[in-house]
Antibody
């Protein structure tokens, strides 16, 4: 059973960037699609984007296009999510998750990482 | 505003059954049998409870069931237990450009 362990909490200044890592263990990392989902304080879940091995490139939610970059490093079984031009509204818990689907219709997430709190404050 | 609409809260007594609705459109819920449900306890990561409308992952209690009719999906929890008190989120595939959309979440209170 694959497990995902994320990097620790971050405090960032507005306008800066943050890079969150997600290390997988217990499975064949190269075969997994991975997504990132965020949750602002007291709010719901919001899909940011994901990377599907067969495509080799990431797909992003329109809201985050141009500001988010999702990558993977197969040598370390680690996925990364970098968000730039941070603003206070980006304060949230960021989750990675293994992304599943059939016929390339990736749609459900299991398991999830423990989450990484990113606080954007001057 | 979330893409999928869920009631903000539902409640039930131990042993009862409750149903949480998740309403989308013909571009997401209505077009694909690809709805999933997640349970989230305070301060914890979401946990998959149902995928592909009605399938249960290994280890999830059979008290949890899912269904769909038209543009609305539903999660039913039978025999409510105190440990079921949590937030529940629905999620639907929405095509190869949007990929997935989430509901706003429903807080379940076990009275």
């Amino acid at each position: 059973q694959v497990q995902l362990v994320q990097s620790g909490a971050e405090v960032k200044k507005p306008g800066s960037s943050v890079k969150v890592s997600c290390k997988a263990s217990g499975g064949t990392f190269s075969s997994y699609a991975i997504s990132w989902v965020r949750q602002a304080p007291g709010q719901g879940l919001e899909w940011m984007g994901g990377i599907i091995p067969i495509f080799g490139t990431a797909n992003y939610a329109q809201k985050f296009q141009g500001r988010v970059t999702i990558t993977t490093d197969e040598s370390t079984s680690t996925a990364y999510m970098e968000l730039s031009s941070l603003r206070s509204e980006d304060t949230a818990v960021y989750y990675c998750a293994i992304w599943f689907g059939e016929l390339l219709e990736y749609n459900w997430f299991d398991p999830w990482g423990q989450g990484t709190l990113v606080t954007v404050s001057s | 505003q979330s893409a999928l609409t869920q009631p903000a809260s539902v409640s039930g007594s131990p042993g009862q059954s409750i149903t949480i609705s998740c309403t989308g459109t013909s571009s997401d819920v209505g077009s694909y049998n690809l709805v999933s449900w997640y349970q989230q306890h305070p301060g914890k990561a979401p946990k998959l409870m149902i995928y592909e409308v009605s399938k249960r992952p290994s280890g999830v209690s059979n008290r949890f069931s899912g269904s769909k009719s038209g543009n609305t999906a539903s999660l039913t929890i039978s025999g409510l237990q105190a440990e079921d008190e949590a937030d529940y989120y629905c999620c639907s595939y929405a095509g190869s450009s949007t990929y997935v959309v989430f509901g706003g979440g429903t807080k379940l209170t076990v009275l």
